[in-house]
């Protein structure tokens, strides 16, 4: 059985899918762009995208009762690849050690000229 999680303080699904769905002990966290919830404004700039994904990851985690602490599983898609080491260093403001899996993409292009997007899997085990 699947349970839909979503939360009013994420940037609401701009196409056919969910924030989040539950499945047992694992919520799988769909991929979020720099998008401000309230205005649905991109945020400017690399940095400021980073930290608004990882807002709003948290807070679909929150809606599923978790954190990013338990996240299991990252990827990251970037439309540059030198922006590498900053998703590291703002990362590390948000989610705790031990540090889930993850893989990093370079991408051509990303929803709404995004220049980064990260999804996640949680798991409450």
């Known amino acids: 059985m699947k349970t ?4 009013q303080d994420a940037p609401a699904a701009i196409g056919t899918y969910t924030q989040a769905v539950r499945a047992g002990d ?11 919830p309230a205005s649905l404004q ?3 700039g690399i940095d400021a995208q980073i930290h608004r994904v990882f807002r709003n990851l948290q807070a679909v985690a929150t809606a599923a009762g ?7 599983r990252m990827t990251v898609y970037l ?8 998703v590291n260093e703002i990362m590390a403001q948000y989610v705790p050690q ?8 370079g991408v051509a292009s990303l929803p709404r ?13």
């Open 4 to 7: 839909v999680i979503q939360s």
């Open 26 to 36: 694992t919520v799988y966290l769909s991929g979020q762009i720099g998008l401000d």
């Open 42 to 44: 991109m945020a400017e």
């Open 66 to 72: 978790l954190g990013l602490g338990h996240a299991v």
């Open 79 to 86: 439309t540059d690849l030198a922006h590498f080491a900053r």
């Open 98 to 105: 031990p540090y889930p899996s993850r893989a990093a993409v």
């Open 113 to 125: 000229g995004a220049l980064v997007e990260i999804d996640a899997i949680l798991h409450s085990g």
